[in-house]
């Protein structure tokens, strides 16, 4: 298992750029999929979701990437400002079960 | 819409005593729930699902007697950590599952628990 303390692998933009911010899966069953962002001490937030049968999902300013073939998911944040500054987690989620979390992101935003 | 709470926001309890901590949602009804604990710099790790008016479903290598969890109703779910020790300190995290439009859980802020 992981260690207490392991350092988040790490992002770091220039304020205005665009980020992209990858994550891989394992369960070729999921068929959902999640991105969050969490600042200090605080809950998960939703950003946007994409189902297994899509591959391209846009919001604002935010666009998910999902490539079955290879069980990659990516976010990329577009013109980013310092409020985007925090850890993102993606998550897989197989029908109603709990969501499976990766790793997470740590996103720095340079002014 | 999709507002969940968590109550207490933090709580410091000595060794040996039994902490409650509440997750509501706010808005909308929540046949499930899920309870999540997270360790500094880690990711967070699902501990159970809870069903309103049934049993919880544990994680592998999560104690169902020392982590009770009641679901009395569609919009509360309860955690209770049971004789908590200090390496039971850890961020507590509380989601709901909203079925329409879509299954996106929806989280709660948290609740930083620290046991001396």
């Known amino acids: 298992g992981e260690s207490v303390g392991l350092h988040l692998p790490t992002l770091s933009v220039q304020e205005g750029d665009n980020s992209i911010i990858n994550c891989a899966y394992s369960?070729?069953?999921?068929?959902?999929f999640i991105w969050y962002k969490q600042e200090s001490g605080k809950g998960p937030q939703f950003i946007i979701d994409i189902r297994s049968n899509m591959d391209k999902r846009q919001g604002q300013r935010v666009t998910v990437l999902l490539n079955k073939t290879v069980k990659h998911l990516s976010l990329q944040i577009a013109a980013t400002q310092p409020g985007d500054s925090a850890v993102y987690f993606c998550a897989e989620n197989v029908g109603a079960d709990g969501l499976t979390f990766g790793k997470g992101t740590h996103l720095i935003i340079q002014p | 819409g999709a507002v969940v709470s968590q109550h207490p926001s933090w709580v410091i309890c000595k060794s040996g005593t039994s902490v409650k901590i509440e997750c509501r949602s706010l808005?909308?009804?929540?046949?499930?729930m899920f309870w999540y604990r997270q360790f500094p710099k880690q990711s967070l790790m699902l501990m159970a699902t809870s069903n309103e008016g049934s049993k919880a479903t544990y994680e592998q290598g999560v104690e169902k007697d020392k982590f009770l969890i009641n679901h009395a109703s569609l919009t509360l779910s309860t955690l209770t950590v049971t004789s908590a020790h200090p390496e039971d300190s850890s961020f507590y995290i509380c989601?709901?599952?909203?079925?329409?439009?879509?299954?996106?859980?929806?989280f709660g802020p948290g609740t930083r628990l620290t046991v001396l």
């Open positions: 989601s709901a599952g909203r079925q329409a439009p879509t299954d996106t859980q929806y």
């Open positions: 808005d909308f009804q929540a046949t499930t």
């Open positions: 369960n070729s069953a999921s068929d959902y």
